[in-house]
């Protein structure tokens, strides 16, 4: 890279990105892994979705050329794929980051299918689903949506409970990220040897997991 600045990535960014010193990452595969099993548990699977009554879920996203995003929806694709074949995944709903656009897609699928669950990869879209999920009312009481990352807005929804509450938040885990790469900038200004890549669990949150967890995990508004 040119004058040889040394470049630090958190969250968003690629492996393949040969001018980034450091980047810490987390595991969005098992992230997405975690929201399919979480959803499928918030929807009763086991019970209600049967090969003669599947359940239709609706999948919001920002953007899929975005790495994390991506990696979010193909590993929770794979995952319904292998381990819940009673569930239809419905079309992509990508919102640009605007929860209107969310929001007017997830109605749509709402009005004409017998939806059961949506996936909000990122804070947008959870916003979406909510007020969709909220706005048809009767329509909506039993669909179930499980969220990405500890947005304020995120748990939120989660602890009050109620119509087009999330069900379950999969969480990256902020303040380590953010104490990694500060460590490894440190470390490389002194010409030691960092990693190049390192992704960290993601954690799901649930209504019932304590506030002073929930508060670990939640993100803060810089």
């Known amino acids: 890279m040119r004058s040889h600045i040394k470049v630090f990535n958190v969250d968003s960014g690629s ?5 980034i010193t450091s980047w810490v990452t987390g595991n969005n595969t098992q992230g997405g892994k975690a929201a399919a099993d979480a959803l499928a548990t918030a929807m009763n699977y086991t019970k209600d979705c049967t090969a003669a009554k599947k359940c ?4 919001g996203v920002s953007s899929l050329t975005t790495s ?5 929806v193909a590993a929770f694709k794979a995952e ?3 381990k819940y074949p009673n569930i239809t995944m419905l ?6 980051s605007q929860p209107s656009v969310a929001q007017s897609a997830f109605a749509q699928d709402i009005s004409a299918h017998n939806l059961a669950g949506i996936f909000a990869v990122d804070g947008t879209d959870a916003e979406g689903a909510t007020a969709a999920v909220k706005a048809a009312g009767s329509a909506g009481a039993s669909i179930k949506i499980v969220g990405y990352d ?9 602890v009050a409970g109620g119509l087009g509450s999330l069900s379950a938040i999969i969480s990256q885990q902020p303040t380590l990220e953010g104490m990694l790469i500060i460590k490894y900038a ?4 002194q010409g030691k040897k960092v990693p190049h890549l390192q992704t960290l669990p993601n ?4 209504p019932s997991t304590p506030a002073s967890v929930l508060a670990k995990y939640q993100y803060v508004a810089s």
Not at 15 to 19: C, G, M
Not at 68 to 72: F, G, K, M, P
Not at 150 to 158: D, E, F, V
């Open 15 to 19: 492996s393949y990105q040969r001018n």
């Open 56 to 59: 239709d879920v609706a999948i």
């Open 68 to 72: 994390t995003d991506a990696a979010r």
């Open 80 to 82: 319904v794929t292998a």
């Open 91 to 96: 079309n992509d709903v990508v919102s640009q």
């Open 150 to 158: 500890g947005y304020a807005n995120n748990i939120a929804s989660m």
């Open 186 to 189: 440190v470390a490389a200004l």
């Open 203 to 206: 954690i799901t949150l649930l």
